[in-house]
């Protein structure tokens, strides 16, 4: 079992920066895919960006691609997501997720609560 406890979201200008945190608890962290989702209001929740449990995979949606960075920390059971150049449409709630490798969300079996960022124009 695995809980997933998210902070880090807020209110930004566009351009600027944010980072989110996942902290999980649980002693079979680093056996878990983790990974980001975000779902924006009347859209469908989206794949945002998952990562290995050595963290030397990543993968990324086309949407955040060179402008967000995923990371862990194994020793601490914590998750980031690190997102730069924020856009408008960046605007969502970003859930921290664990599970198998995947972009879709049926390969994760523990979701966070949901963290807002909001990006202004």
């Known amino acids: 079992q695995v809980q997933l406890d998210e902070s880090g979201g807020g209110l930004v200008q566009a351009g600027g920066s944010l980072r989110l945190t996942c902290a999980a608890s649980g002693r079979t962290f680093n056996r878990y895919i983790m990974g980001w989702f975000r779902q924006a209001p009347g859209r469908e929740r989206e794949f945002v960006a998952t990562i290995s449990w050595s963290g030397g995979s990543k993968r990324y949606a086309d949407s955040v691609t060179g402008r967000f960075t995923i990371s862990r920390d194994n020793a601490k059971n914590t998750v980031y997501l690190q997102m730069n150049s924020l856009k408008p449409e960046d605007t969502a709630v970003y859930y921290c997720?664990?599970?198998?490798?995947?972009?879709?969300?049926?390969?994760?079996?523990?979701w966070g609560q949901g963290n807002q960022v909001t990006v202004s124009s």
């Open positions: 997720v664990a599970g198998s490798y995947g972009v879709t969300a049926t390969a994760y079996d523990y």
